[in-house]
């Protein structure tokens, strides 16, 4: 079946830049998304890129995709201490129309 | 505010107690959704509907009964549930369910502990 992999947990410094990746199994995603959840809340749609696009800037997100290897990146210039959160990746399936989640990572934002 | 609100935020249930949640969302969409999020688990779909009409149930115990009265609210019904059915329970909607873009949006969720 399909599967949305991410690493768990990411700490960076206040002023760096962040990455984070995802990968995915099925082929037939339509669109990719991120989400971020920060505590006690639920998830706040960021962005997400057609599965025929490369890249989507975004302030200061930037999603990359490369569909042949079929991984999805976030990229967070200048992480501030807000966007300390979880962070989900999800794929669309093609067919269903499903989302299907990796299980999130959460990222540390040092003073 | 994603235009999606829960209710309650929190709730605590014996195993006997029958309950249920809340979902409303004043975006005008036609798709719901509730999911459950369990720690170090990835979200797992539970229920879909679209124009108020059942379209998924991802093999979801008979203890959990929804109900979807009309595009606007949704209901998760909870009775004789176990332990391990804690989680934060999550609602979303989005303008339709299908391969379009349709970007869900999640409320705030409500975390429920089973005793």
């Known amino acids: 079946g399909e599967d949305v992999e991410q690493s768990l947990f990411l700490s960076v410094r206040e002023g760096d830049s962040s990455v984070i990746n995802c990968t995915y199994t099925?082929?037939?995603?339509?669109?990719l998304y991120w989400y971020k959840q920060e505590p006690g809340a639920g998830l706040q749609l960021l962005t997400y890129i057609f599965s025929n696009m490369d890249m989507k800037q975004d302030q200061r997100l930037t999603v990359l995709l490369n569909k042949k290897d079929k991984h999805l990146s976030l990229r967070i210039a200048d992480t501030q201490t807000g966007d300390s959160a979880i962070y989900f990746c999800?794929?669309?399936?093609?067919?269903?129309?499903?989302?299907?989640f990796g299980q999130g990572t959460t990222l540390q934002v040092k003073p | 505010e994603t235009g999606v609100t829960q209710t309650p935020r929190h709730l605590v249930m014996g195993m006997t107690n029958k309950k249920s949640l809340k979902c409303e969302q004043h975006l005008g969409h036609n798709a719901m959704y509730w999911y459950k999020q369990s720690a170090k688990k990835p979200l797992e779909l539970m229920f879909v509907?679209?124009?108020?009409?059942?379209?998924e149930n991802n093999s979801v115990p008979s203890r959990f009964s929804p109900e979807c009265p009309n595009s606007s609210h949704l209901f998760l019904h909870l009775h004789t549930l176990q332990p391990e059915d804690s989680a934060l329970y999550l609602c979303?909607?989005?303008?339709?369910?299908?391969?379009?873009?349709?970007?869900?949006?999640f409320g705030p969720g409500t975390r429920l502990t089973v005793t």
């Open positions: 979303a909607s989005s303008q339709d369910q299908g391969g379009g873009t349709y970007e869900q949006y």
């Open positions: 999800a794929e669309k399936d093609g067919n269903t129309g499903k989302l299907i």
């Open positions: 509907y679209n124009f108020k009409e059942q379209t």
């Open positions: 099925d082929s037939s995603s339509t669109y």
